[in-house]
């Protein structure tokens, strides 16, 4: 899992942790990795870059607001972020949008509410079979891009 941050925010230091705890490998990068502020849209479009290219599975990326880097992760080409606040629109994301990056707000979220919000990410095996077609259909708008 390749978790990203713009700062370092009580919440994705909790997700990382988190995470290596459940026993997951972790690539930590932007802020978690140089311990200092890194732009939003690097942040963004490198966590959506390891997952793309199969490095990791999925991943978390977390600014401020948490919308700009989901814009930016957004940008990279098979990459579907979800904007998260509550663990229902994560689960969601997941089972009906096959939502392989989760974006979150370092403002918002407190370390125990990104916990939850991670579990709930991490509770869908597999997607809803009734959205499979709206799914391939927006994987399709990617081959269109230019």
Known sequence: MAVGADDIYPAARAVVEH????????????????????????????????VTSGQVDWGVVICYTGTGV????????????????????????RLWNDANVLALSGRLASPQVAKEIVEAWL????????????????????????
């Open 19 to 50: 995470l290596r705890a459940r026993g997951f490998e972790v690539v930590e990068l932007g802020s978690l990795k140089s311990g200092k502020v890194e732009p939003w849209p690097e942040v963004g479009t490198e966590v959506g870059e390891k």
């Open 70 to 93: 989901s814009i930016a992760a957004n940008k990279v080409r098979g990459v579907r972020a979800a904007l998260c606040f509550d663990a229902e629109t994560a689960r969601g994301a």
């Open 123 to 146: 509770s869908v095996d597999s997607i809803d079979e009734s959205e499979r077609r709206n799914i391939e259909k927006l994987k399709g708008y990617d081959s269109a891009r230019v």
